[in-house]
């Protein structure tokens, strides 16, 4: 990328650092460990403000099941800090092997296919502090996992991609891992029998990690993810297999490679860009047949909550065709001046928001 | 007078039965579930539809009058509290679930459909709204949305704020917007979980998406009794550290045994300092599984009695003794301050202790009902309005285990919100750069500051009276606290 070996590079220490940047700086793009490639380019001009100087885990006592870190800690070591103590992040973060740091997952608002279980990442950040686009530091959440003091600033910081401030530090609930995890794959020959076996899941009572469906070559494959004690887990596999009437029971090892594939977009072909676009079971279909006859790599995940879509064309062409499904998306990996396509909902309040957080529009608009 | 003709313009749109302007009409509508504060509006909207509230939200903007939303009003922090000569805009008639989505498992409902109605409507299918306030009786989603109202069951899914995936509202300026939709993922700022919790300062919720959970396979419920409160306390961080993971996590103290006891019967061991709940949840082969370690970590923690729920009926008993423990306490007491905070779990007993001294020290009874796995504490500390000075020392007593909260590092509020009573406590929570960024949004969304005026920020306007007593609902023999 050309451009951004031609904007000044930042790299702050402090909360007081990032402070004196926003208040001195009339331009500003947010980086965290640059994964999100499609997200990190600055605009012409404006400086890049990198959080790789804020990186530190600040609390984390496991006994509490909750932790502190700055912005650019890399979500890498928040695991392995995590797994020490037989924890991890339920949303379960793409990207961490690359590098993702916990702010940029934040900022980008992105979840993986474990997210099925217990909720995304709005559902576990409990606490935030930024720097508003007129260099105000502002705490919003707390550090206990039930609070309903004032505004919930948090959430504002999830999905907004650097636009209303800066994160510097964030508290999280996390959650003890189970102790085993396997997988049951079932190949189906259309997409619609990929989407009425996620229905019939969904009216059950079985506890599932992570519910996907995989496009590949052309076919759409269910992985359906369960975890738990280890004593148990071979018999609940046994169960689900029975009850789905067929399906692949995969073991431990095949297990952890395939999630861990999911969670890098090990399957996104090289040059292609990577979508994200919020879906339901009900919208799958109409996009579905879209991509097959655009013969692009896909997966839904989340029990058909979201799809990732990998696109080689043009954006401004899958931005129409969302558009047109009142569908919106985000462009994580590629190149692009805009990362949002399709429909946007709460424009106004957006717009209203950034107004106060952003007045001088120092940070790229939203 | 620009409320004359607010009243005129409403009097054409509203039918005299569901507008209301006597006094007599208003009585009802004067407090919610904090009695202590109390005030008349200039009138009451019963509005039935979407329509009736645009129009009336509409109407207050061009003519600068602030309006307050309210459910069944049972806020126990003075959040559907009417603004002198305001509108207050009833909306427990607005009350339809409009869509239900089995395969997506997603409900679209009205503000006004009471929360345990949503559970109801599809449980045939298997599935459940997952967050029950003690008053999910009666409470409307639009005040769990408003609040961001939690439960006994939020430790494994989350308080409400968890579960909106989708809201259409009407800002305080009249414009209707939509934030979010029907997937748990979306793209920009989360506006809908920004939208949660603002306490009816952004304006008021006109359909909510709500997400819907599968009816678990298997609860297992046990109840153990202990000695002492600090014994319970020092129990929930063993079940916690054991890796386990609940679905609810309940302490009751003594006082709040008793209580419960003589109003449901629950069966609890009446001897007891102590009594915590731990219900685990999921498919039955695990859930056995993981009851036959939970039992073992109990056993451990030192308890003089453990009960295991044998059947549907006993986890029921269970649970209504819990759930009726707020109300059941009116029998201990004339009055009662319900107070809510947060401390870390990992303190608890630390805090625990701390209440018990305050109580000592003030000599007031004080009675515990918590959610002890999320460190979110309920202290009811009793005293007689009658009795002259009682009220201010229950007072400081409620102030001083806020202060505690903070000082341990929790929070004012877990899930009964600031509204008015909690609105002196904002600056020892906040700094004054925090507080000054969320009225500025607020302004942003809401200039005139119309929408539920004097609520959640220190030093509001909003005069009110000081009183105690049953709920005015109650007076008037509307609802029943059993």
């Not at chain 1, 990328?1 to 904007?7: G, H, N, T, V, W």
């Not at chain 2, 200039?42 to 600068?64: F, G, K």
């Not at chain 2, 009407?170 to 979306?186: F, T």
């Amino acid at each position: 990328m050309q451009k951004q070996a031609e904007s000044i590079l930042l790299t702050p220490e402090s909360n007081d650092d990032v402070q004196e940047i926003l208040r001195t700086h009339e331009r500003l793009h947010v980086r965290g460990g640059g994964t999100k490639t499609a997200l990190c380019r600055p605009a012409d001009g404006a400086a890049i403000l990198a959080t790789s100087g804020l990186s530190d885990i600040l609390e984390y006592e496991p006994g509490e099941f909750t932790f502190t870190a700055r912005a650019g800690t890399p979500l890498r070591e928040i695991e392995a800090a995590l797994a020490e103590h037989g924890q991890y992040l339920p949303f379960d973060p793409p990207l961490v092997e690359r590098g993702a740091t916990l702010g940029g997952t934040i900022a980008a608002g992105l979840s993986g296919s474990g997210r099925q279980r217990y909720g995304g990442v709005r559902d576990f950040l409990i606490g935030v502090r930024f720097v508003d686009g007129q260099g105000q530091l502002v705490r919003g959440g707390g550090k206990v996992v039930k609070n309903a003091a004032g505004f919930d600033l948090p959430k504002l910081m999830i999905g907004s991609v650097g636009r209303l401030g800066v994160i510097v530090e964030a508290s999280f609930k996390v959650f003890p891992r189970p102790q085993q995890y396997g997988t049951v794959c079932c190949a189906h020959t259309t997409i619609r029998a990929a989407l009425e076996q996620v229905a019939r899941l969904n009216r059950s009572a079985f506890d599932i990690e992570a519910l996907d469906i995989a496009v590949e070559d052309g076919r759409p494959v269910t992985y359906v993810r369960q975890g738990g004690l280890a004593s148990t887990l071979g018999a609940r596999q046994e169960a689900l297999r029975n009850w789905l009437g067929s399906g692949d029971i995969l073991g431990a090892s095949e297990d952890a490679a395939i999630w861990q594939q999911a969670g890098d977009f090990a399957w996104l072909p090289p040059g292609a860009a990577l979508v994200k676009i919020p879906v339901t079971l009900n919208s799958i279909p109409l996009l579905d047949e879209f991509l097959a006859a655009a013969n692009v790599e896909r997966r839904y995940i989340a029990a058909g909550n979201l799809a990732w879509v990998s696109w080689p064309h043009d954006l401004a062409e899958l931005d129409a065709q969302l558009t047109q499904r009142e569908l919106g998306g985000l462009v994580v990996l590629g190149e692009t001046a805009w990362p949002f396509l399709g429909a946007r909902t709460g424009a106004s309040v957006a717009a209203r928001v950034k107004a106060v957080l952003d007045p001088h529009n120092r940070l790229p608009a939203l | 007078m620009s409320t004359q003709e607010l009243m005129a313009e409403l009097a054409r749109r509203i039918p005299a039965e569901r507008l209301l302007q006597r006094p007599a009409q208003l009585a009802p509508y004067e407090s919610d579930a904090l009695t202590a504060f109390r005030s008349r509006p200039l009138a009451v909207v019963l509005a039935e539809t979407q329509e009736d509230v645009i129009q009336t939200v509409r109407l207050c903007h061009r003519y600068s009058v602030p309006f307050v939303a309210r459910g069944s009003g049972t806020s126990l922090s003075g959040g559907s509290l009417p603004v002198p000569d305001g509108i207050l805009i009833a909306l427990n008639k607005l009350n339809r679930i409009l869509r239900i989505d089995i395969d997506t498992r997603v409900a679209v409902v009205e503000p006004g459909v009471v929360n345990l109605d949503v559970s109801r409507a599809v449980a045939a299918q298997g599935l459940y709204y997952a967050p029950d306030p003690s008053s999910q009786l009666i409470c409307t989603i639009g005040g769990n949305v408003a609040f961001n109202s939690g439960g006994a069951h939020c430790l494994k899914y989350g308080m409400t704020a968890n579960h909106v995936l989708g809201i259409k509202a009407v800002l305080p300026d009249g414009e209707v917007v939509q934030l979010g939709g029907n997937s748990l993922e979306s793209v920009g700022p989360d506006l809908t979980g920004f939208f949660v919790g603002s306490e009816g300062l952004f304006g008021i919720a006109l359909e909510i998406t709500l997400r819907l959970l599968p009816k678990p396979e298997r609860y297992r419920t046990v109840l153990a009794a202990y000695s002492s409160l600090a014994a319970a306390g020092n129990a929930v961080a063993q079940v916690v550290a054991s890796g386990l993971l609940p679905g609810a996590m309940e302490i009751m103290d003594a006082l709040a045994i008793e209580a419960a006891e003589a109003a449901v019967h629950a069966g609890y061991p009446r001897d007891a300092a102590a009594l915590l709940i731990v219900e685990l949840e999921g498919e039955e082969i695990q859930v056995e599984a993981e009851f036959a370690h939970l039992l073992q970590v109990i056993e451990s923690s030192g308890p003089d009695e453990v009960r295991v729920a044998v059947d549907d009926a006993d986890r029921a008993r269970i649970w209504k003794g819990r759930k009726s423990a707020f109300s059941a306490v009116g029998r201990l007491s004339p009055d009662y301050i319900v107070q809510d905070g947060v401390v870390p779990r990992s303190r608890l007993g630390e805090a625990l202790a701390t209440i018990e001294r305050l109580s000592r020290k003030h000599e007031l009874r004080v009675a515990n009902v918590f959610h002890a796995g999320d460190g979110n504490l309920h202290p009811l500390i009793l005293y007689d309005g009658r009795v002259a000075g009682e009220l201010e020392r229950a007072e400081v007593l409620a102030g001083e285990i806020i202060a505690m909260c903070i000082e341990l590092g929790g929070s004012i509020t877990g899930e009964h919100g600031v509204g008015m009573e909690k609105r002196q406590h904002m600056p020892a929570m906040f700094a004054e750069t925090d507080l000054e960024v969320m009225a500025t949004l607020r302004r942003g969304l809401d200039p005139a500051e119309l929408a539920n005026r004097g609520k959640m920020f220190p030093g509001s306007e909003a005069p009110a009276l000081h009183s105690r007593g049953p709920h005015p609902l109650e007076q008037q023999g509307i609802i029943s606290r059993e």
